[in-house]
């Protein structure tokens, strides 16, 4: 690919996705029963909602599926596939618009997938779904907003909820959890704001609500949670109808906010956990992905952070710069590593890093796509990532770029 | 016969070609070379037990701390938990199953061990037969020749978690983790057990399903003091630092 950087990884192909190459938060792969490799991609705007790609042979990815949503002041950023059933978040541009909340599809034929129910979030005071975890086919863990949920900051909406899913067509809230301060008659205090302005845009770069729930199989008793600017969070979920805090860590302030994933590397009594970027030309450096000692789950102590590239090179190159998602190792046909990290970094990147001394974080490869066609900046904005048990690395641009395939000599 | 050569970097190790370096360069004829981080043997070496010379730090003045069986005995369990990193949980629940199961083959066997309820009785106690267990080399980098690192792709070393010198067998033991070797690490390994035959590969799956360690490490766990007269500690004159491999006895 000209003009790309890449050290020890190697792009397999590229699809832009019929077009439509905007990738939100969401990639899960299923190996359908005819032994097809299907991956379900999440789109970051309307109009369309997901796109299935079949990447049985990553050199030759193949779309075959894509949907559109009922209008365009929705988007339908995350989704997971647990099994044959696809779950998708939608969030809605403004408070109170619909639909919002989590729609469960049937995709035993990934060609036709077919709506099996949903689950309604919206409210006066919802935009509904925003990112959900979905692997073990009986509990969506999400952020999601809810009509009986007033925040006491419009951009505090989405909280933590469990929904039970056990029966597919008639899913329940199991449990929830906010961060305390964050609903109008809690008796906490609301939290005080790490970057209030501006005050009047939803979109701010502020704000106490959720973004990432991971729950594994291996400790179903426990939620790892990334609370924006409530920082990262560990549950004890034992009883999923009241949810409580075992351990809590935050370095926003004096960092610049925006705690997005809490990933758990249950052998080695290890967190990594990402704040995301969301301001253009550096505006928000530094957003690091941090590796936490969680050993003792109550006193949580950071250790390292993930090297990144210069900022002088990259902050004003065009675009977001800096962490973002990363591969969270979920159960099913995915590669789980508790010593290689793959990440994406916006204008920065794939980025793999070897975690072996948590101590000393080394990169030990990366790929910067050149800009692709369309893109509203001027850089490759990576946006998304997921790596199969077979190594192979699916990345998305956040604007245009569509699919990345990419294999790593590591 | 030929003679095969093992260089192992094992514990909290970052950078196992540093540890090597910094080992005596030639193998003494009386036997293998053991630090606290290195283990260099040869194919006709005797076995490493946890009372072999060199692996353990043990000054005099802690020495004289160590009053009874138990504390002696607990030392030495510390010193071996200490080669696992504070990160690797499956490794430090393996060397504590392990040393678990040594004490209890010698519970189990008190009346069949040598000297157990004889005139020597006075002299040591069975339970003293826990030095005498196989010494696991945690975290074990284990050097390539140039052949094999030809072959394999790999660079100078190949992880074990454990490896255990039996004296007639290298055993590599490979824990299952949630974590998954890269496909170059896959590669490597499958290539390099194929070009092995002398070395006995063992992988412990993370859920045993009521299996116990025995059943994965038979040669290991069960009858460790076979071939041997008495059981020696790990603190002792130079003089008496090696015990001879069963093989050669006689």
Not at chain 1, 114 to 124: K, L, R, Y
Not at chain 1, 210 to 239: C, K, T, W
Not at chain 1, 327 to 348: L, Q
Not at chain 2, 74 to 80: A, Q, V
Request: charged share 25%; glycine share 8%; with cysteine.
């Amino acid at each position: 690919m000209q003009g790309a950087v890449a050290k020890h990884m190697k792009l397999l192909s590229h699809d832009t996705m019929r077009g439509f190459g905007g990738v939100g938060e969401g990639m899960s792969l299923q190996i359908a029963k005819d032994g097809r490799r299907i991956l379900w991609i999440a789109h970051e705007w309307a109009p369309k909602n997901f796109t299935a790609v079949d990447v049985s042979d990553p050199r030759t990815p193949r779309v075959i599926c894509q949907t559109a949503l009922p209008h365009n002041d929705m988007r339908s950023n995350s989704l997971e596939v647990s099994g044959d059933i696809l779950a998708v978040a939608y969030q809605v541009a403004k408070p109170g618009g619909k639909p919002a909340g989590v729609e469960l599809f049937d995709v035993s034929r990934p060609e036709t997938p077919t709506s099996i129910s949903f689950f309604d979030a919206s409210g006066p005071h919802s935009r509904g779904m925003h990112c959900l975890w979905f692997v073990d086919g009986e509990f969506i863990h999400c952020s999601g907003g809810a009509a009986d949920f007033e925040p006491t900051h419009f951009r505090d909406d989405q909280f933590y909820r469990i929904i039970d899913v056990r029966n597919p067509s008639h899913p329940v809230e199991a449990g929830r959890w906010w961060y305390p301060g964050t609903r109008k008659g809690d008796a906490a205090a609301p939290p005080k704001r790490v970057r209030p302005m501006p005050m009047d845009d939803i979109r701010g770069p502020d704000a106490f609500r959720l973004h990432n729930s991971n729950v594994y199989p291996e400790r179903p008793d426990r939620a790892y949670l990334g609370y924006i600017d409530g920082g990262a969070f560990i549950m004890d979920i034992s009883d999923k109808s009241t949810p409580k805090v075992i351990g809590t860590w935050n370095p926003h302030p004096p960092y610049p906010g925006f705690t997005h994933t809490v990933m758990p590397l249950l052998d080695r009594g290890l967190l990594v956990v990402t704040d995301e970027c969301v301001q253009d030309e550096g505006e928000d450096w530094p957003k690091l992905t941090w590796v936490v000692d969680a050993r003792k789950e109550d006193n949580l102590v950071p250790i390292s952070t993930l090297p990144l590239p210069p900022v002088e090179e990259f902050g004003h190159k065009g675009g977001r710069f800096g962490s973002h998602n990363i591969h969270e190792n979920r159960p099913g046909p995915s590669f789980r590593s508790e010593d290689y990290i793959f990440g994406v970094f916006f204008n920065a990147g794939v980025r793999v890093f070897d975690i072996k001394n948590p101590y000393r974080p080394e990169e030990v490869a990366c790929f910067i796509p050149p800009m692709p066609e369309n893109s509203r900046v001027a850089t490759a904005q990576m946006n998304e990532i997921y790596v199969d048990e077979r190594g192979v690395i699916y990345a998305g641009d956040r604007w245009s770029g569509g699919l990345y395939v990419f294999e790593a000599n590591i | 016969m030929t003679i095969l050569r093992y260089h192992i970097a094992f514990g909290i190790v970052e950078n196992p070609a540093r540890v090597l370096s910094m080992q005596p360069a030639a193998l003494p004829q009386d036997g293998p070379i053991l630090s606290p981080s290195a283990a260099s043997f040869a194919s006709d070496s005797p076995a490493l037990r946890l009372n072999s010379a060199g692996w353990m730090s043990l000054p005099a003045a802690v020495m004289a701390t160590l009053r009874t069986h138990a504390a002696l005995k607990n030392y030495c369990r510390s010193r071996i938990q200490k080669k696992a990193s504070i990160f690797d949980r499956p490794l430090q629940d393996f060397l504590t199953s392990y040393l678990d199961v040594v004490e209890a083959e010698i519970r189990d066997h008190a009346n069949d061990l040598p000297g157990g309820a004889s005139w020597d009785a006075a002299l040591y106690d069975t339970a003293d037969w826990f030095f005498s267990a196989f010494l696991p080399l945690p975290n074990a980098h284990l050097e390539l020749t140039e052949e094999e690192r030809k072959e394999t792709g790999a660079e100078r070393f190949i992880r074990f978690d454990v490896v255990f010198w039996t004296g007639t067998s290298l055993i590599a033991v490979t824990l299952e983790r949630l974590s998954m070797p890269t496909p170059r690490q896959r590669h490597e390994q499958a290539r390099f057990a194929a070009m092995r035959s002398d070395i006995t590969f063992v992988s412990i799956p993370r859920k045993k399903n009521g299996m116990r360690l025995q059943s994965y490490l038979p040669s290991v766990c069960e009858q460790f003091w076979h071939g041997l007269r008495y059981p020696l500690g790990p603190y002792r004159p130079e003089a008496f630092r090696w015990q001879p491999a069963p093989g050669r006895l006689s």
